[in-house]
């Protein structure tokens, strides 16, 4: 592609990927207005499948940035979350399709039956209540009898919601798994991941990089063929999220390289954290400045401008790939 047609392609990748969030809000909170709610959920599936096939990176970006920086509308932002990386982690499993439909749609409806709850408990800074502990137990097994009420027949799909907080198998090896079992090992381990990522009224998010090492750290979650993709798709520093430059400089991460944490970066504050005229690109697979630590969202004071970052992003992988 060239660059003289990044601003066309990339003009309305923001308002996508909020028309897409907005459009499971009202799927979420009112699933019974919503007329054919099969076919629209399906509709949403296929936006996202686009939208992640089109540019991985630039989706990346937009989620970390988005679920770090607002809990309006906790709920669907955590599905958008929870069902991008299910998608990403589908095809990083090469998993067979049916398989990948039913995880990404357990992903996004997982906690339609607390759609409303989570939303509150998003904002809320005092610990659950009685009936707030009784309503989120019982939410997966209100979400089936929910989902089985809107014509939802997708008998994995159902099992995988049903299961999403049940302990996970002690054998890890996917291959080993049937079907039901393999997507909610999945599922539960993306969605922790997701809500250490994403904050809270009573705490802040985590850096994406706490959050996979709690994932993907521990001794006993090497061979856990799930942490290992997780880390493997998306890393210590994915797109999205903020770093610390050796030279000072904070950074955001535009886009992964061809080596593990060794990003596309653009620094947006010196080492005084004074805002920059104008982000600077590093790539640094090629050498310094390296990155020297994650930083949590809440760290970071300089406003961002998405388009621009999206955009520069991909004149960042374009310049990468040119001979040295």
């Known amino acids: 592609m060239a660059l003289a ?11 996508q990927w909020l028309d897409l969030e907005a459009a499971l809000s009202m799927l979420l909170l009112h699933p019974v207005l919503v007329p054919e709610f099969n076919a629209k ?11 992640v096939g089109h540019d991985t990176d630039a989706a990346l970006y937009l989620m970390f940035q988005l679920a770090s920086t607002s809990t309006a509308g906790y709920s669907a932002s955590h599905a958008l979350v929870c ?8 095809q990083e499993l090469q998993l067979p399709r049916h398989e990948r439909e039913s995880l ?12 409303a709850l989570q939303n509150q408990l998003a904002l809320q800074h005092e610990p659950l209540s009685s009936e707030q502990k009784r309503a ?14 809107l014509n939802i027949r997708d008998d994995l799909w159902l099992d995988v919601v049903a299961a999403h907080h049940a302990t996970p198998p002690a054998r890890t090896t996917l291959s080993s798994l049937p079907a039901e079992a393999r997507l909610t090992h999945i599922l539960a381990t993306v969605d922790r991941y997701a809500a250490m990522i994403s904050p809270r009224k009573s705490r ?4 994406a990089s706490d959050s996979v090492r709690a994932i993907a750290g521990q001794p006993e979650q090497q061979d856990d063929d799930v ?34 944490n060794f990003p596309l970066v653009a620094s947006v504050a010196d080492a005084h954290g004074e805002a920059l005229d104008a982000p600077v690109l590093y790539h640094t697979v090629r050498g310094q400045p390296q990155v020297a630590a994650a930083l949590a969202r809440s760290a970071v004071t300089t ?18 790939r040119q001979p040295q």
Do not use: K
Not at 104 to 115: D, E, G, H, L, P
Not at 204 to 207: A, L
């Open 5 to 15: 047609n990044a601003d066309d392609e990339y003009e309305d990748l923001l308002s």
């Open 83 to 90: 069902a991008t990386l299910c998608q990403i982690l589908a």
């Open 204 to 207: 802040p998010g985590r850096t």
């Open 136 to 149: 989120v137990a019982a939410h997966p097994e209100q979400g089936v009898a929910q989902l089985e009420d």
């Open 303 to 320: 406003n961002i401008n998405h388009h621009m970052m999206v955009r520069l992003g991909l004149y960042a992988a374009q310049v990468a």
């Open 41 to 51: 959920l399906r509709q949403c599936d296929q936006w996202l499948q686009e939208i």
């Open 227 to 260: 942490a290992v993709a997780l880390m493997r798709a998306v890393g210590l520093c994915p797109p999205g999220t903020f770093v610390q430059l050796t030279n000072g400089d904070t950074a955001v991460v535009l886009r992964r390289s061809e080596r593990v």
């Open 104 to 115: 990404v749609r357990a992903a996004i409806t997982m906690n339609i039956a607390m759609t």
